[in-house]
């Protein structure tokens, strides 16, 4: 049975909330449908800085000390918010839509220590928006011993199947953290993080611009990166280790480019972000023929330019040019996921985060 889903997505570039609608029986996907979106504000967005910092010291998953309590009611008025803008813009009523899929904002993925944490209240968003919400994907997987990330890429495999193009496909998705989905074929699904996505680039722009992100790449575009500097960061070992793996948004940010010129920093960390995606080929079963690129790096052109120079004879296009809205890629997966979890089917599996067995997840908040 068809079902129409609403995916909402609020990623770790902390830029705002992603609303997007399909329909879908969890396996396949009928018909894209509108997306929205919702931005933070200034002041939301500063709130939910500090609510990063002080997730480091949660001790467990459902405390909401401080500032994290205020954080948490933001981020629920903002999904209502954006719900409540989407269905007015789209003359839709609560009735039309069977299930709303809500990721929530996450301020702390550990999952070594079985901990992971989006804040978003569920219950209370059901109730404002009238409609049944599925949240909470990530926590069976993590209490199963898996990386709890990503989950997208059930919904890469359905989009990729779409597509008539021979070898081994790679969807990256480059937000605040990258993560790469491999499929090749039917039987063969990998996934993991890669690394940084914008989160160094964002903060570092954040620091000594005072922009919130790289326009089109355009800054980093006048500057010239620090190979030297790249080399040593690719010398972590995180990136030695294969997949699945997964990253929290902050394990990077202590790496320091010391006293540098704004654009060549900029320049350096695009780099970074690029050099860390490829570093993943030589972990994979068999070199990629084809990078798709989705999540807001895909409209950094200088990003794109740096991947495709880093992968050899592999095309690297924007998901954009194959049809796919690539801003709403991660809500509409978010949709897809809720379907599946209604149905019971996996979410996750042991080559896409790590966990013992195929699993599915999510809880149902009803109004």
């Known amino acids: 049975m068809m079902l129409t889903a609403l995916g909402l997505m609020s990623g770790t570039s902390l830029d705002g909330v992603d609303v997007a609608l399909i329909e879908t029986d969890g396996k396949q996907v009928k018909a894209f449908g509108p997306s929205g979106y919702r931005p933070y504000h200034p002041a939301e967005r500063n709130l939910l800085r500090q609510a990063l910092a002080e997730a ?17 009611r933001a981020v629920t008025q903002a999904h209502a918010e954006a719900v409540a803008a989407f269905l007015t813009q789209n003359r839709m009523k609560p009735e039309d839509i069977d299930i709303v899929g809500f990721h929530g904002q996450t301020v702390l993925h550990r999952p070594e220590k079985r901990l992971t944490v989006q804040i978003g209240d569920a219950p209370a968003l059901a ?93 980093a575009a006048l500057g010239k990166g620090d ?8 010398g972590l070992p995180f990136f030695a280790l294969p997949p699945p ?6 394990d990077f940010a202590a790496l320091r480019l010391g006293d540098v010129a704004p ?22 079963p068999r070199r990629p023929w084809s990078w798709i690129v989705c999540g807001g790096g895909a409209r950094n052109l200088t990003m794109l330019r740096m991947l495709r120079e880093r992968v050899g004879s592999a095309t690297v296009e924007a998901a ?20 599946r979890g209604l149905k019971g089917l996996p979410l996750s599996y042991p080559a896409t985060t790590g966990v013992p067995m195929p699993m599915t997840g999510g809880v149902i908040a009803r109004p």
């Open 263 to 284: 654009a060549d920093g900029a320049a350096t960390l695009t780099a970074f972000t690029a050099a860390a995606i490829a570093r993943i080929i030589p972990l994979l």
């Open 245 to 250: 793996k997964s990253l929290d948004r902050n």
């Open 227 to 234: 190979e030297a500097w790249i080399a040593r960061a690719l």
């Open 320 to 339: 954009e040019t194959l049809g796919w809205a690539s801003d709403a890629i991660e809500a509409q997966a978010f949709g897809f996921l809720a379907a």
């Open 56 to 72: 480091v010291h949660l001790p467990q998953r459902d405390a909401r000390p401080g500032v994290l309590a205020d954080a948490e």
């Open 127 to 219: 109730r404002a928006i009238h409609i049944p919400v599925m949240f909470d994907f990530r926590a069976a997987d993590v209490e199963a011993g898996g990386q709890g990330a990503p989950l997208v890429p059930v919904y890469h495999r359905a989009l990729a199947h779409s597509l008539d193009r021979e070898g081994p496909i790679v969807v990256v998705n480059i937000g605040g953290v990258s993560n790469i989905t491999y499929i090749d074929g039917n039987d063969t699904l990998i996934a993991c993080d890669t690394g940084p996505g914008n989160a160094l680039l964002d903060d570092f722009m954040y620091r000594t611009m005072n922009q919130a992100f790289d326009a089109e790449g355009k800054f």
